[in-house]
């Protein structure tokens, strides 16, 4: 069974500049999650969808982030314009169950904004 | 006081000696997991256990729901189990996971 997919591993911008990151979850898990990791911290979470729907966004900073999952599928997840304290490590999960179920992890993308 | 305590902040052992990591929460919960991260990498689940005992390779992780209490043992550690350590807990109330601030093990050859 294929793990969860990410891309790009890494990414450096300059602040201000915009980026995505790409998310393919296993086969048949309808829930995804995206977390922001910060160096020395647990994983916070920024979204998390069930097929297309967003069941929670309320610690994605709205003004600058934005995700969507088009056909309850693959995933992305934009920042715009990025801020020097955007850089972090941005981790898709996925899971069959939307409450309690085992999550299985990406590898996740470390950005560095400059 | 966090909801999820997870005890020591950082460990560091020899090659072959016996590891526990220990987690205590305080919420009620429908699970708890025990989670690995190497430097750099992504997350990789180790557990997901609402009660007992479940064991995997070296290593083994108990629960003890009446004491809201975990402990995750890696049994004749090697170097490569150097990684950081999270316990996770899926609230009985929603469906998002409190995570502990992590264990950062270090096996010496």
């Known amino acids: 069974e294929a793990g969860v997919a990410q891309s790009p591993r890494y990414k450096i911008i300059e602040k201000r500049q915009s980026v995505a990151f790409w998310c393919n979850p296993i086969?048949?898990?309808?829930?995804l999650y995206w977390y922001q990791q910060i160096l020395g911290q647990g994983p916070k979470l920024l979204i998390q969808?069930?097929?297309?729907?967003?069941?929670?966004d309320s610690q994605l900073p709205k003004d600058r982030f934005s995700a969507e999952r088009l056909k309850g599928v693959d995933s992305t997840l934009k920042i715009q314009p990025a801020k020097l304290e955007d850089s972090a490590v941005y981790l898709c999960?996925?899971?069959?169950?939307?409450?309690?179920?085992?999550?299985?992890f990406g590898p996740g993308t470390r950005l560095t904004v400059t | 006081k966090n909801e999820v305590e997870q005890s020591p902040q950082n460990l560091t052992a020899q090659e072959g000696e016996f590891i526990t990591i220990n987690c205590s929460y305080s919420?009620?919960?429908?699970?708890l997991h025990w989670l690995q991260q190497h430097p750099g990498g992504g997350i990789v689940s180790l557990f997901m256990?609402?009660?007992?005992?479940k064991k995997h390779g070296r290593l083994i992780a108990t629960i003890n729901i009446q004491e809201k209490h975990s402990s995750l043992h890696i049994t004749a550690s090697h170097p490569r189990d150097s990684a950081v350590y999270i316990c996770?807990?899926?609230?009985?109330?929603?469906?998002?996971?409190?995570w502990g601030a992590g264990t950062k093990l270090i096996i010496k050859p």
């Open positions: 999960a996925s899971s069959v169950l939307t409450r309690g179920g085992e999550q299985y």
């Open positions: 086969s048949g898990h309808a829930t």
């Open positions: 969808f069930q097929n297309n729907g967003v069941v929670d």
């Open positions: 919420v009620g919960i429908s699970a």
């Open positions: 256990l609402s009660s007992g005992k």
């Open positions: 996770a807990v899926s609230p009985g109330s929603n469906y998002q996971l409190i």
